[in-house]
């Protein structure tokens, strides 16, 4: 019990040998907490080299006023249908 244990069963052979059989939930703790380490320090190292794509500000639009279409703000002519609007 005291190395993370749970002890089932123990036997004693005829050479004064003792056997012992156990869960070793010592053991499995031990891994989970390998495991988590290492995914931290995988997911520490793999976020430094994907970085978030930067958002473009959204440029200021306008609606055209012959086909309605939005169209940038500083447009002097409309992309749809070309017609002037400046
Ligand atoms: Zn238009």
């Known amino acids: 019990m005291a190395r993370g244990e749970i002890v089932l069963k123990t036997a004693t052979d005829a050479a004064g040998k003792t056997t012992e059989s156990a869960i070793l939930y010592g053991h499995f703790v031990g891994t989970v907490l390998d495991f ?10 793999v976020r430094t080299f994907i970085k978030p794509v930067p958002v473009a500000a959204a440029e200021p639009t306008k609606k055209c006023p012959e086909c309605l279409e939005m169209i940038p703000a500083a447009a002097r002519r409309c992309r749809a249908c070309t017609s002037q609007v400046a």
């Open 36 to 45: 988590l380490i290492i995914s931290f320090v995988m997911w520490m190292i």
